[in-house]
């Protein structure tokens, strides 16, 4: 997976796309219309953030660059790709269980905090795709 260029885009399966590492300075993109929301993302080597009508959904560091992501009431699902190691930052439902899958691997049950957010930490190798899938239970 390549850096996305022009920062986020709607893939042909009708997932979402984002994120460029390769970038020095901070770059962003406001007002990105998808399934009827409009997502505003920020990136560069240092942070990738996405949000959505205004509110948080993801954001990492150092920055990474996200495929396929797809989310539904269940479950969020996603490729990540980075330089090194990430710390991931999810907005999801305030204090609810989920089962988190990495690399195709369950690392366990996790709880978000009462703003809802759920901290990941994922081991990327330069080059390499990672599975990431969140399942509420």
């Known amino acids: 997976m390549a850096v996305v260029e022009e920062l986020i885009r709607k893939e042909a399966d009708g997932t979402l796309s984002f994120g460029n590492f390769d970038?020095?300075?901070?770059?962003?993109?406001?007002?990105?219309?998808?399934?009827?929301?409009?997502?505003?993302?920020?990136?560069?080597?240092?942070?990738?953030?996405?949000?959505?009508?205004?509110?948080?959904?993801?954001?990492?560091?150092?920055?990474?660059?996200?495929?396929?992501?797809?989310?539904?009431?269940?479950?969020?699902?996603?490729?990540?790709?980075g330089l090194e190691d990430a710390s991931v930052t999810l907005e999801l439902e305030p204090e609810k269980e989920y089962e988190v899958y990495i690399k195709g691997t369950n690392a366990g049950r996790m709880k978000t905090n009462l703003g809802g957010k759920l901290v990941l930490s994922i081991e990327l190798d330069p080059g390499k795709t990672e599975e990431v899938r969140v399942v509420k239970l």
Do not use: C, Q, R, W
């Open 23 to 81: 970038l020095d300075a901070k770059k962003k993109l406001s007002d990105f219309e998808f399934g009827g929301d409009l997502y505003k993302v920020k990136t560069f080597k240092e942070i990738t953030k996405l949000e959505k009508n205004g509110l948080f959904v993801y954001e990492s560091v150092p920055g990474t660059v996200v495929s396929h992501m797809k989310t539904d009431s269940t479950e969020i699902k996603f490729s990540v790709e």
